[in-house]
């Protein structure tokens, strides 16, 4: 039987990490996060960060040596060549990580056991993918089907900027560096509507495990 491994992603601030915490803590699935894993990719002393402070010099990191990720962040934002040029060094890290991941859950294991209280996932539990650039990344061949979180441009723009506290400007250009919303959404196999309630949200992600993969 195929492993149902789900790749969830959508915009920023359409919700991703409300349905990817809903599917850990209640249905207690395995949940890899791509935005982790990148975050691991630029850590102090890593080759990705040497490459990059090779780049654009000691100015892209702070006092300590890590990562200036506010600096990063305008650089991404700003200029769409350097921001393809960061995300090659960090996808092929990532794309590793969530490999290991899913062969760590489908790895022969003994019978399942509880874990203080917790049920330990088998191979038939479904995997869940955070990939917030799935698309873009190209990382679709990682997933047996795709779950977009959606919300409307509109309410996708007010909810950056009442999140992280940024002009109308910074969070249009953040959102347009992305694939559109409405274009995720048509490449979706499902796709959650985040722009009512917490309950209608959890209605369709407790429909969605319902039904099988593809």
């Known amino acids: 039987m195929q492993p149902r491994i789900i790749g969830l992603t959508g915009g ?111 191979p038939q539990t479904p995997i869940v993918l955070v990939v917030p650039l799935l698309f873009e990344a190209k990382m679709t061949d990682l997933v047996t089907e795709i779950w977009v979180v959606y919300a409307p441009r509109a309410l996708e723009i007010e909810r950056l900027i009442k999140r992280d506290g940024l002009a109308a400007e910074q969070a249009i250009a953040r959102i347009d560096s992305q694939m559109s919303i409405d274009e995720k959404a048509s490449l979706a196999d499902v796709v959650l509507d985040n722009s009512s309630t917490m309950d209608h949200l959890v209605q369709q992600i407790d429909a969605a495990l319902l039904k099988s993969s593809r």
């Open 12 to 122: 920023i601030s359409t919700g991703k990490t409300t349905v990817s915490d809903y599917l850990a803590t209640v249905h207690q699935l395995p949940v890899f996060d791509a935005d982790i894993f990148a975050r691991d990719a630029v850590k102090l002393g890593s080759p990705v960060l040497k490459a990059i402070s090779n780049r654009y010099g000691t100015g892209i990191l702070l006092d300590d040596g890590n990562l200036n990720r506010g600096q990063l962040g305008h650089i991404i934002f700003s200029n769409p060549a350097e921001r393809h040029w960061i995300e090659q060094q960090i996808h092929p890290y990532v794309r590793r990580r969530l490999r290991e991941g899913i062969q760590k859950i489908l790895a022969p294991k003994q019978p399942p056991a509880k874990n203080n209280g917790k049920i330990q996932p088998t």
